[in-house]
């Protein structure tokens, strides 16, 4: 697995090499359980070579506060991986008309809440956070790492998890 | 049996659907609603014995719409299940106050879900899915 981290006030939990481990723990039990799915550490060159050659791609974006500490978890993955995800998890034959394009998006949503939440239980599970409603983006390409970013294959396809912080108000 | 799904995510109820279809459950109807406020409106307008609830949605939370169940005296009899991504220590607190009868932490398997609607219309509910 890999992972790039940036120095970050105030959250140095979430930022650990422990909250990567629950992060990636996060994500195999998402796909296992609810997507029927195999996800798998990549490491960076393997990655970004085959992220290359992906031409949509849909991110994902759920956000989270707890008091003072706010942030967010983006998933982006490619849009041919998110129909196979969307398979799985309806048990839709592909010889099916296609699905919309709504439905699509709201699975993937459903995808990041359930990575952000299971994550967030594994790194402070004594703690409550307030999860927003995903939000779903079409992408051209991956855009700029977060604080974390953490590399996988599900099924042989490529996905970034993007842990995103905002600075602490009053607290830097 | 009348149920209620509340789950801003349209997957995850028609998932849930799926699930009570194949559980062996006697079920009149199966009704939806994607906020607490929404699944409100739907439990005064019919008579439902089963909730299964998300926490985290937009416009009122599951926790908001569980403690006004929790105040209302002619919802006594409701069961009340969590389906949600939050399993913290505090929630599960919360929810056990909130007489919750099982609460199942996302990602779940579907096996998962229907053993705890049929032991609840056994009767019973899950050790491990306690709140």
């Known amino acids: 697995?890999?992972?790039t981290k940036s120095p970050t006030t105030n959250v140095p939990a979430l930022v650990s090499p422990e909250a990567v481990e629950a992060m990636f723990d996060a994500v195999r039990s998402v796909a296992e359980h609810s997507f029927f799915a195999m996800a798998e550490p990549q490491d960076a060159s393997s990655f970004y070579?085959?992220?290359?050659?992906?031409?949509?791609?849909?991110?994902?974006?759920v956000e989270f506060e707890q008091g003072w500490l706010m942030g967010a978890v983006s998933c982006s993955l490619p849009e041919r991986l998110a129909h196979r995800l969307f398979d799985a998890f309806t048990g839709r034959d592909p010889a099916d008309p296609a699905p919309s394009t709504d439905l699509v998006h709201d699975l993937v949503g459903e995808f990041s809440n359930m990575v952000c939440g299971a994550w967030l239980t594994r790194v402070a599970s004594s703690r409550t956070f307030t999860l927003t409603h995903p939000s779903v983006e079409p992408a051209r390409a991956l855009g700029a790492a977060g604080n974390?970013?953490?590399l996988v294959a599900i099924n042989d396809l490529p996905i970034a998890l993007d842990l995103h912080l905002q600075p602490a108000q009053g607290n830097a | 049996m009348q149920i209620l799904i509340v789950d801003d995510s349209a997957m995850m109820r028609a998932m849930i659907k799926r699930v009570i279809k194949l559980a062996d459950v006697p079920v009149d109807a199966i009704l939806e609603a994607s906020n607490g406020a929404e699944g409100l409106a739907v439990l005064r307008q019919h008579d439902i014995q089963l909730l299964l609830t998300d926490i985290n949605m937009p416009v009122m939370n599951g926790a908001q719409m569980l403690r006004e169940i929790a105040m209302n005296e002619r919802w006594r009899g409701l069961s009340r299940v969590?389906?949600?991504?939050?399993?913290?220590t505090v929630r599960r607190e919360e929810a056990a106050e909130l007489d919750v009868r099982c609460y199942l932490e996302k990602p779940f398997s579907p096996e998962v879900l229907r053993d705890v609607l049929n032991e609840i219309a056994d009767n019973e509910c899950a050790g491990t899915g306690q709140p």
Do not use: C, F, N
Not at chain 1, 49 to 61: D, H, M, N, S
Not at chain 2, 82 to 88: F, K, V
């Open chain 2, 82 to 88: 969590i389906i949600s991504t939050d399993g913290s």
């Open chain 1, 148 to 150: 974390l970013r953490l």
């Open chain 1, 49 to 61: 070579e085959t992220a290359g050659q992906v031409p949509k791609w849909l991110v994902a974006t």
């Open chain 1, 1 to 3: 697995m890999s992972s």
